[in-house]
């Protein structure tokens, strides 16, 4: 019984330093302050991913429900778009906002090879959202946040093309280069309004969910 206690903190140690390591190797190889380069747009849909960071149950956090508009900030190449549309289904939408002309030609072409239809690729900044206000019935970012140097500026947009009620969710994972802490995330949210929901770790990181203020 003690040696299986012992070989399972040495796991754990082991696992813990490996991801420090992984964290910081990522950091100084990649650490941007600014987007993932299109060419990196790959590591995003690596097979491996789908184990430590499976897309259905992730998604289902964000409680996306059919008929639903939803805005996905950052969607990259596509990693969780497929799924989000079907979720929505078809009396519902997913508009995928990405800054990076490159990378929504990816998401283009993968969306078509899927057959979804009811996705919207559209370049722009997550800071100016093309959107009407009280538009979108839940928005999501997944690993998306560090990368946008002025976050209250976002915050303030995301505020203003969400429903009253609406929500708002944030996934981090430590192998991303530019994670954001949950303490500061939190302080951002409430700071534009929004009410936290809920929250859940995970063996990679967290997934947070606010609620949208009554009125913008
Ligand atoms: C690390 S990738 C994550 C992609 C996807 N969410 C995923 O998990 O596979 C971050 C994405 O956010 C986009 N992005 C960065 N800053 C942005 C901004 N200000 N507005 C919109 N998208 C932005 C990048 O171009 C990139 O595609």
Redesign the pocket.
């Known amino acids: 019984m003690r040696a299986l206690r012992v070989l399972l903190a040495v796991l754990l140690a082991g696992w813990a330093l490996l991801s420090v390591c992984l964290v910081l190797w990522l950091r100084e190889r990649y650490g941007r302050g600014?987007?993932?380069p299109a060419s990196q747009a790959g590591t995003?849909l690596h097979p491996l991913r789908r184990w430590v960071h499976p897309v259905r149950p992730t998604l289902e956090k964000f409680r996306l429900k059919p008929g639903y508009t939803v805005l996905e900030?950052?969607?990259?190449?596509g990693?969780?778009t497929v799924e989000a549309s079907r979720m929505v289904g078809p009396t519902g939408r997913v508009i995928c906002?990405?800054?990076?002309r490159e990378?929504i030609a990816l998401l283009r072409r993968r969306l078509d090879e899927s057959g979804v239809a009811n996705a919207h690729p559209v370049v722009?900044?997550?800071?100016r959202l093309p959107l009407r206000d009280g538009s979108v019935d839940a928005a999501f970012?997944?690993?998306?946040l560090g990368?946008?140097p002025d976050r209250p500026a976002?915050l303030r947009e995301l505020r203003r093309v969400m429903r009253p009620g609406g929500v708002l969710s944030f996934t981090e994972t430590l192998t991303?280069p530019d994670y954001v802490f949950q303490d500061s995330l939190r302080d951002l949210c409430r700071a534009s309004g929004f009410e936290e929901l809920g929250r859940s770790r995970e063996v990679t990181g967290y997934t947070m969910t606010f609620a949208a203020p009554p009125s913008p």
């Open positions: 600014g987007p993932i995003l900030v950052g969607p990259g190449p990693y969780f906002l990405d800054i990076q990378m722009g900044d997550a800071t970012l997944v690993a998306v990368e946008i976002a991303n």
